[in-house]
């Protein structure tokens, strides 16, 4: 329908689901992730099938890179309509193990990721009098588990803001936070292998990405006036 949409983390899993979804439903999507290989593909691959796409190498850690990615919206299609902050990592491990630099690592990517996609979009959405902003958070957030209280605790810390952004925003702009519960992606390869069995497990119950990209596409193509605030996407069999 042709709106503008930006994703980030979409190299992958749900953030490429997404990218495939929006684009076949008509939208121009601007690729962002930290992987230049995959994104040129993926916006081949979607080319190809009728859409359009483009890309830019963008780590969500780098505020002028979100803010490049944004640029490239406006460069390319002279508006930006949605930003899916979408890139995130998941280091789960016990507090004990002082896993340091991993807490920074999600709360750079998960946390300032996001801030910087707000410091990007914005003024922009400001400035045109419209924009959404979809924020993917996590089940994890929902009920606190041994292993992810700082995982949770950043995608918690972004549902926090979200509210407070839509509280600011005013009738013009949608603020949307999509909880994905186990969700079959890369997502679990970054993770410590003392944890892999426990992830495994939730692997057999996992959704497909598709099942997200649905409810993102779901909460995009609302007509003008309804905010879909609050999504949480998980299989049945999860407990
Ligand atoms: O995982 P994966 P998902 N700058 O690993 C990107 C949340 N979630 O699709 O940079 C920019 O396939 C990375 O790209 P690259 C989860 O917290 C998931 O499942 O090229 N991008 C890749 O595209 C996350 O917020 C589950 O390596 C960066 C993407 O992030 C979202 O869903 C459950 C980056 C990750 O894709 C998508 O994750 C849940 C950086 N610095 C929440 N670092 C689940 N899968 O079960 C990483 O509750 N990326």
Known sequence: EGKVVAITGASSGIGEATALLLAERGAKIV?????????????????????DAVWARTDVT?????????????DQYGKLDVLVSNAGIGLI??????????????????LKGVLYG?????????E??????????????????????????????VRTISEGLRQEAGDSLRVTVV?????????????DP???????????I????????????????QPDGVDVGDIVVRPTAQG
């Open 206 to 221: 996992a959704l497909s990405p598709d099942a997200v990209a649905r409810a993102i596409a779901f909460a995009i193509e």
């Open 31 to 51: 690729l962002g992730a930290r992987r230049p290989e995959r994104l040129e593909a993926l916006a081949a691959r979607i080319e190809q099938a009728g859409g």
């Open 62 to 74: 780098r505020r002028e890179d979100v803010a490049d990615l944004v640029q490239l919206a406006r």
């Open 179 to 191: 909880s994905p519960g186990a969700v079959r992606t890369d997502f679990a390869e970054h993770m």
């Open 93 to 110: 491990s016990r507090l004990d193990d002082l896993r340091v630099e991993d807490w920074e690592q999600m709360i750079d990517v998960n």
């Open 118 to 126: 707000i410091a990007a979009a914005l003024p922009v959405f400001r």
């Open 194 to 204: 003392s944890v892999k069995p426990q992830i495994d497990k939730l692997m057999e």
């Open 128 to 157: 045109q009098g419209f924009g959404h902003f979809v924020n993917t958070v996590s089940t994890a957030g929902l009920r606190i588990v041994p292993l992810q209280s700082v995982y949770a605790a950043t995608k918690n810390a």
